[in-house]
């Protein structure tokens, strides 16, 4: 890298973490970023997914803001915006670590946890992080910051995080919007079903290599 492209990477990483911090000290919580985007009218929607990848840099828990999306936009509309803004925020967060600060955030990651990523980052990207969403064995944003500091391909990491989300978030839209009048049963066996998929998958994958070395 010349002389200009540290530069530049240096002032992309200023920035980073001043977004970060800014995020962090006067980020929203949830019910600020509901009334923000019930305040924003016709654009709701938009809002919505923009406030989301905002609100998980400031550590506001997914789930509530899955709930967000079926308690603003209902089950139909609410789902996919959820699926949206989860794969935003994912996005975001694997950019900063490849193309941003990704020595300031391998310091951050649990030790091992880089390695372990990357040693799926291959042809096995897509099935490694459809696993790590369905049973989250590794945080969310730790596997968006480090598949970020891998060599894994964009395509399987957002295809991977979209596909494993739609469990556990149609579980909390639907609690948002009421259960879809079936209550909260109906949300816990949505969670149930996630980690009951993940669980197979987890199970199926560490199988599989036994069988074929036998």
Not at 190 to 205: E, K, P, Q, S
Request: contains cysteine; hydrophobic residues 60%.
């Amino acid at each position: 890298m010349d002389g200009r492209g540290v530069r530049v990477r240096a002032v992309l990483v200023v920035v980073w973490a001043a977004a970060l911090v800014a995020a962090l000290v006067y980020g929203p919580d949830p019910e600020q970023v509901r009334a923000w985007i019930e305040a924003s009218g016709p654009a709701a929607p938009v809002a919505y997914v923009v406030l989301y990848a905002v609100a998980v840099f400031a550590l506001v828990p997914r789930p509530a803001l899955n709930l967000a999306a079926g308690l603003l936009f209902g089950v139909a509309a609410g789902l996919p915006l959820a699926l949206a803004g989860g794969v935003a925020a994912a996005l975001a967060q694997f950019a900063v670590a490849r193309y941003v600060a990704g020595d300031a955030v391998a310091g951050l990651l649990p030790a091992g946890a880089r390695a372990r990523l990357d040693a799926v980052a291959g042809e096995h990207a897509l099935k490694a992080v459809l696993q790590l969403r369905l049973l989250p064995v590794v945080p969310y944003q730790v596997v968006n910051y480090g598949c970020g500091l891998t060599r894994m391909r964009v395509g399987p990491f957002a295809l991977g995080t979209l596909v494993g989300g739609v469990p556990a978030t149609a579980a909390m839209v639907l609690l948002g919007a009421g259960g879809a009048d079936l209550g909260l049963p109906a949300a816990v066996g949505g969670i149930a079903l996630a980690a009951l998929l993940g669980l197979l998958w987890w199970v199926r994958a560490h199988r599989g290599p036994r069988a074929g070395e036998a």
